[in-house]
C-alpha cells in the first residue's frame, strides 16, 4: 500500500509561484496515474493535473493548464506540482493520490491519498 505525503503549501501573494511535493512511500508501478486536487471549502475536490506514475504522460484541467506543471524527480520518487501566476480562487487543501487506472481524473478512480497541505492566496 502506497503513502503519500505532500508538502510546500502556506501562504502566498497573487502572482506566485510555489512548488507542492508529493513524497511516495514505494515505486511499484501497479500504480499508474498520479494526480493533484485542490479541495475549497465546501466543494469536492477536483482535478487539475495527473501524470502517468512514470513520468511519461501529463494531463492538465483547462483552469491551470497554462499555470501549473506537474512534473517526477524518479532518484526521490517524488512528484511535484509547480504552481505558477497564484490566484486567489487557487486557494484549498492540495491532495496528492495514486490511482491503479491509466490516465485516471475522476476522484472516485484514485484509491490512495495524501493528508494535503494548504495553499492560501491572498490577493
Known amino acids: 500500500q502506497v503513502q503519500l505525503v505532500e508538502s510546500g503549501g502556506g501562504r502566498g501573494q497573487a502572482g506566485g509561484s510555489p512548488r507542492l511535493s508529493c513524497a511516495a512511500s514505494?515505486?511499484?508501478?501497479?500504480?499508474?496515474?498520479m494526480g493533484w486536487f485542490p479541495q475549497a471549502p465546501g466543494r469536492e475536490r477536483e482535478f487539475v493535473a495527473g501524470?502517468?506514475?512514470?513520468?511519461?504522460?501529463?494531463d492538465y484541467a483547462e483552469s491551470v493548464k497554462d499555470r501549473f506543471t506537474i512534473s517526477l524527480d524518479s532518484a526521490r520518487n517524488t512528484r511535484y506540482l509547480q504552481m505558477n501566476s497564484l490566484k486567489s480562487d487557487d486557494s484549498a487543501i492540495y491532495y496528492c493520490?495514486?490511482?491503479?487506472?491509466?490516465?485516471?481524473?475522476?476522484?472516485?478512480?484514485?484509491?490512495?491519498w495524501g493528508q494535503g497541505t494548504q495553499v492560501t492566496v491572498s490577493s
Open positions: 493520490a495514486a490511482s491503479k487506472e491509466l490516465f485516471a481524473a475522476a476522484a472516485r478512480k484514485f484509491n490512495f
Open positions: 514505494e515505486r511499484t508501478v501497479s500504480r499508474k496515474t
Open positions: 501524470l502517468r506514475w512514470s513520468g511519461s504522460w501529463t
